[in-house]
């Protein structure tokens, strides 16, 4: 990789609490709580259980199953607060995808390790109103399974001092454009709390998860 590219990289991967202003804010409530949810209630019909378990304060890291390309958007629209996202740093060398995720809140990840940068950014968004939001299984899953869960958010959960807050959805996976065809069901389970046990608290969101949902854990697929 190139020096360019390598700064590049760096810079969508390290935000500070300025970054997250009013107008990221703004822009992410007008996507996701007006536009995405125009779509998840009149075409998927959405159904949210468990709101009184999302923590008053910003000290917790949202953590959601992956079905669909709506998980990201849904789980913005449900919460009370914005959350930025890792994206795969691949994105931002698109100049629209590098906008419009800049826009959203969200930075690069590097998918094979976890930087020092990606810490500092999780750490700083604790100085702000915003939470961060994350799929532990990193990629779109089969419905069904819960499999090849990294132990990243873990990770981050230990060395932020943040809880994790599981996230069970279901539904996404099927594309529907008429109305009232669809069924989006989201439960939100209650906070584990960090430690430094990570493989336990990877083990806690997988059986919360399995509650949530109704799929089941696919042995052996936990990653680093």
């Known amino acids: 990789m190139s020096n360019d590219k390598k700064v590049k990289n760096r810079n969508h991967s390290l935000r500070d609490a300025k970054f997250y202003n009013m107008w990221r804010s703004f822009f ?55 959350v930025a996202y890792m994206a795969k740093k691949e994105l931002f060398e698109n100049p ?11 930075f690069a990840v590097d998918r094979e390790k976890l930087s020092v940068s990606t810490i500092k950014t999780v750490k700083n968004l604790k100085e702000t109103d915003w939470v961060l939001g994350i799929f532990p299984q990193g990629t779109r899953q089969e419905a069904g399974e819960i499999s090849h869960i990294a132990k990243g958010f873990a990770t981050l959960a230990k060395s932020t001092k943040c809880g994790i807050l599981p996230i069970g959805i279901t539904g996404t996976q099927e594309v529907k454009r008429i109305p009232f065809t669809g069924k989006i069901i989201v439960r939100i389970g209650k906070v584990i709390p960090y430690s430094d046990d990570v493989m336990g608290m990877v083990d806690l969101w997988e ?6 949902t109704g799929f089941k854990y696919v042995e052996d697929k936990v990653t680093t």
């Open 96 to 106: 629209f995808m590098r906008w419009w995720l800049n826009w959203l809140g969200a």
């Open 207 to 212: 059986k919360s998860i399995e509650n949530l």
């Open 28 to 82: 992410q409530y007008l996507v996701t709580h007006i536009f995405y949810m125009i779509r998840f209630k009149l075409v998927y019909r959405l159904e949210v259980y468990g709101k009184e378990n999302i923590p008053s304060d910003n000290n917790y890291i949202a953590a959601a199953n992956h079905l669909s390309t709506l998980d990201p958007p849904l789980v913005c629209a449900i919460l009370d607060r914005s």
